[in-house]
C-alpha cells in the first residue's frame, strides 16, 4: 500500500531552520515528483518545492527559492525538505505528495495533478 509520512514540524523562530522528512513506501514505479505544498490558515494550499525522482530535477517558487532545499537519499525512501531563514509566513501545514506521470510529458507537480497526499506535519515559525 502506497504512503507518504510527513514529520519535522516544529515550533521555530525566525532566522532559524528546520528539516521535513517525507516518508515514502510502497512506490515502484520509478516515474513519480514528489512536491511539498503548505497550507496556511484561511489559504489555500500552495506548491513550495517539487522532486522528480526519476532524474532529480528540482522547482521552487521565487516565495522560497534560496530558502528551502529539496532532496532525497540513495534508497529514494524519504524526501527532505530544508527550511531554512524561515519567516512567519512561512506557518502553515506542510504536506508532501506524489505525482506519477507519463516519462513522455513529465510532471507539474500541481496540487490537482498530485496522486497521493501524506497527512501533514504543522511548522510555526514564531517568536
Known amino acids: 500500500q502506497l504512503q507518504l509520512v510527513e514529520s519535522g514540524g516544529d515550533l521555530v523562530q525566525p532566522g532559524g531552520s528546520l528539516r521535513l522528512s517525507c516518508a515514502l513506501s510502497?512506490?515502484?514505479?520509478?516515474?513519480?515528483?514528489i512536491g511539498w505544498f503548505r497550507q496556511a490558515p484561511e489559504k489555500g494550499r500552495e506548491g513550495v518545492s517539487c522532486l522528480n525522482m526519476d532524474d532529480f530535477t528540482t522547482y521552487y517558487p521565487d516565495s522560497v527559492k534560496d530558502r528551502f532545499i529539496v532532496a532525497t537519499e540513495g534508497a529514494k525512501r524519504t524526501v527532505y525538505l530544508k527550511v531554512n531563514n524561515p519567516k512567519p509566513g512561512d506557518t502553515g501545514l506542510y504536506y508532501c505528495?506524489?505525482?506519477?506521470?507519463?516519462?513522455?510529458?513529465?510532471?507539474?507537480?500541481?496540487?490537482?495533478?498530485?496522486?497521493?497526499w501524506g497527512g501533514g506535519t504543522l511548522v510555526n515559525v514564531s517568536t
Open positions: 505528495a506524489a505525482e506519477f506521470f507519463n516519462p513522455d510529458y513529465g510532471n507539474t507537480c500541481q496540487v490537482g495533478d498530485m496522486d497521493f
Open positions: 510502497g512506490f515502484t514505479s520509478d516515474y513519480y515528483a
